[in-house]
């Protein structure tokens, strides 16, 4: 099992960036995949989360409005949409997914991707 993230980088403030999450090991479209972030000091938070057939989405409160979670089951591709960046978006998003296996669920993570939000 293997999630790679891409897509992070420099942004202004009020910029837009799309995340991207290529998964490979496992049925994609049978899994639900969120996005997770990690700021400097803070505990690594949920983002977003999409369901295995991406008709169900849910968002943290901080991102309702200017984020949009989606997947492209046929490439086993996640993303996120993320516009009007703040400052305070500024972290380490992490592509995720659970997986059972042997009797019991598996977490696996990316290397994660740095999204900076700065003029």
């Known amino acids: 099992v293997q999630v790679v993230e891409s897509g992070g980088g420099l942004v202004q403030p009020g910029g837009s960036l799309r995340l991207s999450c290529a998964a490979s090991?496992?049925?994609?479209?049978?899994?639900?995949m969120n996005w997770y972030r990690q700021a400097p000091g803070k505990e690594r938070e949920l983002v977003a989360a999409?369901?295995?057939?991406?008709?169900?989405?849910i968002y943290a409160d901080s991102m309702k409005g200017r984020a949009t979670i989606s997947r492209d089951n046929a490439k086993n591709t996640l993303f996120l949409q993320m516009n009007k960046l703040e400052p305070e978006d500024t972290a380490v998003y992490y592509c995720?997914?659970?997986?059972?296996?042997?009797?019991?669920?598996?977490?696996?993570w990316g290397q994660g991707t740095q999204v900076t939000v700065s003029s």
């Open positions: 090991g496992f049925t994609f479209s049978n899994y639900v």
């Open positions: 995720h997914t659970e997986i059972w296996s042997g009797g019991s669920w598996h977490d696996y």
């Open positions: 999409i369901t295995s057939a991406g008709n169900t989405t």
